[in-house]
C-alpha cells in the first residue's frame, strides 16, 4: 500500500485548486499536527485559511497559550 505524501510543492504550475485541495485535505489528516504555509501562497487562499482558523477557534475553546512571564 503506498502512503499518501504529507507536502505540496508550489510552483508557477501549480493551480489554485491544488493548493485548496491540498490544504483540506492536510487539515483532515490525523497524521498531519502542523500545517507550514508561506503567506504568498496562504494568500491565495485566504477564505479558507481564515475559515479554518474560525473552526478550530470555536471547536475546542482551548487556544495554545505561552507560558506567563
Known sequence: MRRKTNYLIVDSKTTVKQIEDAFKEFTTREDIAIVLISQY??????????????ACSSNSG???QGPSL
Not at 41 to 54: E, G, K, Q
Open 62 to 64: 482551548n487556544s495554545f
Open 41 to 54: 501562497v496562504a494568500n491565495m487562499i485566504r477564505f479558507l485559511v481564515d475559515s479554518y482558523n474560525r
